[in-house]
């Protein structure tokens, strides 16, 4: 990202308590994390989000089927403003967009809660990470954020949010079921 040191100082600690949830949890299908800082009229978004959740599969794309539900899928991803509706007061406009594939090759089992994909040697995951660059014309107009994340994915169950502003920092939980994370008077 162009801002990439403003990016990185924003979201070290989101990110650190995302890697230290995520190291003490096993890999859990359906679960997507989201961090989110804002600074003056930028915001930065981070998130990271299971293959199966995504793609409906985690192994490596082996026919042109896979392939394709891969692009689409990042193409998806490279569409913050489409997966996480913010008011159009805020005035938000995509500064910078990257999404692609993280693989994740494990031994036996390894990351896994007990049963699933066990005893598969070397198993594979593979994990969408897309990270984003707002500019809001009035950041302090997001006082909500509609996730059409849960209509474009269908295996996406919930979506953990670690949020940073000047008011401090806030952790949501946000399902299927309740697309919407209200933010009044936390930005």
Do not use: W
């Given at each position: ?13 989101a990110?650190l ?6 190291d003490l ?11 989110i ?8 978004m ?7 959740d995504?793609?409906g ?6 026919t ?7 692009d ?16 159009a007061?805020a ?6 967009s990257r ?10 089992g ?7 994909h ?9 994990e969408?990470h897309a ?6 014309t009035d ?6 954020i509609e996730f ?13 949010v670690?949020?940073?502003s000047d008011?401090?920092?806030?952790g949501f ?7 919407v994370?209200?933010l009044?008077?936390?930005i």
């Open positions: 990202m162009k801002n990439s040191a403003l990016a990185l100082a924003l979201l070290a600690p990110a308590f995302a890697q230290e949830t995520r949890g096993a890999h859990q299908h359906g679960h997507s994390t989201l961090n800082a804002i600074e003056g009229l930028q915001v930065v981070e998130l990271e989000a299971p293959g199966a995504i793609v599969f985690e192994h490596d794309a082996k042109a089927d896979d392939r394709a539900k891969l689409a899928a990042i193409a998806e991803l490279s569409k913050p403003l489409s997966l996480f509706v913010l008011p007061a005035g938000c406009t995509v500064v910078e999404a692609g594939l993280i693989d994740e090759h494990h031994g036996d390894e990351g896994h809660a007990k049963g699933e066990a005893g598969k040697e070397g198993a594979e995951h593979t969408f990270e984003y660059l707002l500019t809001c950041p302090s107009a997001i006082d909500r059409a994340f849960f209509e474009i994915f269908q295996n996406a169950r919930e979506v953990e670690q949020m940073i008011k401090g920092s806030h939980e946000v399902e299927r079921d309740a697309p994370l209200n009044s008077g936390l």
